[in-house]
Every structure is written in structure tokens, then in C-alpha cells.
């Protein structure tokens, strides 16, 4: 006994497959005149005896295998294509930068570098004597931020003219000072800032982190916060709305600014050696264009892997933070 179409409508969705002497729980079952056949619609059929889509297709386990068997080469050669597009953008892309780095490093870069930097040095250094240099890079770190203004040209001139042992102690010191000020204002509005938190929750979760847990925890998540790529300037202002300890909070961002410090130290000293070199009309050896290419590479890849770790750990820390509330 065969199930049947009924009345051989295409557009009723029903399908010919032979009687096995079984049905569905709770199907209907219904006999034309001659009792010979029932009525079964498309989705009724088991998953074991495949997809009808047509009258006259197969039906059976048979062209289940059949069309996976030929819909595996398609995704194959998909996948293949995908790859190879893949690589064909990142050779682009590394092509591309490779000729904005050369057209910068050729005509870009020597312009400013005359008609710039080399001035702004030269007067540097014969209107500011060392101790009065030291005095306004301390500063402009230390109060730069709670005036919501970038500290960084500080920190350029700061390893342009005292190398990475002194320009470092000194951006540290005034670090102190600069994440504390806004520290300390914040929490004269801290219910101001909690109003503006809630209308932005995404990222007040991400900043909320820090106040969770005890004190390991708050420093943790502090420096995580600060090597990622979050603002230093709203953070300084926002971290006190989150209830975190002031010590974590003071111990995390001075660990969190280490890799962005040396970052900056070592571009004031690239710019000071390319200009000293444009400056006296010579090009860089061999060995000094390799050691500060490969410097220059390794300082850039280091803070991109601590960034992109830092975004991992905060991302878990969220998870763990959303499973816990639930």
C-alpha cells in the first residue's frame, strides 16, 4: 500500500513514499474511495528517510548520502576560495602600508622632521635647561589628565632628552599624581558619574569590573583595564563610580602604564636619533637601521600582545562575572 498525493495536486504538499507499518504519534491517518492510500505531508516524514523536495525524487536513506556526498565538494571548493581571498586582502593590506611607510619615510617624514621637530628641539634645549625640562614634563603628566588633555608629547620630549632610565622615574612619579587627582574629583561626583555609567551598561560593565572582589581582584582588573585600549583620560574620572579601593586602583594603573610608557619613551628617543641624523645632514648605518627597526617592531608587537591579552582576560572576567549574577 503506497501514500499518495491526493487528487494528484502538486501544491498540497504531499508526497508519495511507500507504507513501512509505521506512523508519527498522534498522525491521522485517512483512505480514499479504494483504501489504498493515506495522506502524509512533507515535514511528517522521518529524518531517516531523507528530504523529498519533488514528485519522482528518491526517498530514502539513499539520497540523504547521495546529496551530502555532492554538496561536500561545493563546501570544499568554497572553503578553498576563502582561504585564497583570505591571503590575497592580507598581501594587500601589507602592500599597501609597506608604500605609505616608504612614501613617509622618503618625503613625509625628512619635511617634518626640518621644518618641525628639529626646531622644536633646538629651541628645547638652548630655552629649557635640564632641571627646568624635568619640571614641566612632571607636571604636564601629572595635571594634563585631570584637564582631559594627552599626556603623551610629555612623554615623547621626556624620552627624547633623558633615555629610558630618568624618563622613565619620571613619567612613574607623575603617573602617581595623575591618576590620583581625578581620583579624588570623581568621588565629589561620584552619583553624577553613576548616572551617567547606567546609560551606557556595555561599557560600565567592562569598567564595573573593578570594583568586584577583593583587593587582588580590583588591582587584576584595574591593570587590565588600563593596557587595554580604554581611554586613560575617562577612566581616571569613571574608575571611582565603581566603589574599587583607592590603593588597588593606584597599584593596577601603575603596572598597567608600564608597556604604553616604554612605548612612548622609545618613539621620544626614535624621533631625537632620526632627527639628529637629518640634523647633521648623514644617514643611519646598517647596524642602526636594523637595531632600531627591529626595536621599533619588537616595542609595537610586545604592546599588542599584552593589549590583545589583557581584552581576553577582561572578556572572561565579564563572563564569569555575568554567570555568577545569574
Known amino acids: 500500500m ?61 539520497s540523504s548520502s547521495s546529496s551530502s556526498s555532492s554538496s561536500s565538494p561545493s563546501s570544499r571548493c568554497s572553503r578553498c576560495w576563502y582561504s585564497i581571498w583570505w591571503w590575497a586582502k592580507l598581501i594587500l593590506l601589507v602592500g599597501f602600508v609597506s608604500v605609505l611607510a616608504a612614501v613617509f619615510f622618503k618625503w613625509i617624514g625628512p619635511f617634518f622632521m626640518d621644518k618641525e621637530i628639529i626646531p622644536a628641539i633646538n629651541w628645547e634645549t638652548k630655552t629649557f635647561s635640564r632641571p627646568v625640562l624635568a619640571l614641566l614634563v612632571f607636571g604636564s603628566v601629572a595635571l594634563f589628565p585631570t584637564l582631559l588633555l594627552p599626556s603623551s608629547p610629555s612623554m615623547w620630549v621626556a624620552g627624547m ?7 622613565f622615574l619620571l613619567i ?89 610608557t616604554f612605548l612612548t619613551l622609545y618613539t621620544g628617543i626614535l624621533i631625537k636619533t632620526l632627527a639628529d641624523a637629518s640634523h647633521d645632514r648623514r644617514a643611519l648605518s646598517a647596524p642602526q637601521i636594523i637595531l632600531n627597526l627591529v626595536g621599533f617592531c619588537a616595542t609595537v608587537a610586545t604592546t599588542v600582545v599584552v593589549t590583545i591579552y589583557a581584552k581576553r582576560r577582561l572578556k572572561e572576567l565579564q563572563k564569569e562575572e555575568e554567570l555568577l549574577l545569574q
Open 161 to 167: 632628552t633623558f633615555g629610558y632610565g630618568y624618563g
Open 2 to 62: 503506497m501514500h499518495g498525493m491526493e487528487n494528484g495536486g502538486a501544491g498540497c504538499g504531499f508526497v508519495v513514499v511507500p507504507v513501512l507499518g509505521w506512523r508519527k504519534a498522534g498522525e491521522e491517518k485517512e483512505e480514499d474511495a479504494n483504501g489504498d492510500y493515506v495522506k502524509l505531508k512533507d515535514d511528517d516524514v522521518e529524518e531517516g528517510y531523507g528530504r523529498v523536495a519533488d514528485i519522482g525524487e528518491a526517498v530514502g536513506p539513499a
Open 172 to 260: 612613574i612619579g607623575a603617573v602617581i599624581i595623575g591618576v590620583s587627582l581625578p581620583y579624588f574629583i570623581g568621588s565629589l561626583f561620584h552619583h553624577k558619574i553613576q548616572g551617567l555609567l547606567e546609560r551606557y551598561p556595555k561599557r560600565a560593565s567592562l569598567i564595573r569590573l573593578a570594583g568586584e572582589g577583593n583587593c587582588f581582584n580590583q588591582f587584576r582588573a584595574v591593570a587590565l583595564i588600563r593596557i587595554s585600549p580604554f581611554p586613560y583620560i575617562i577612566y581616571n574620572y569613571c574608575a571611582v563610580a565603581t566603589d574599587v579601593k583607592y590603593v588597588p586602583y593606584l597599584l593596577g594603573s601603575l603596572v598597567g602604564m608600564v608597556p604604553e
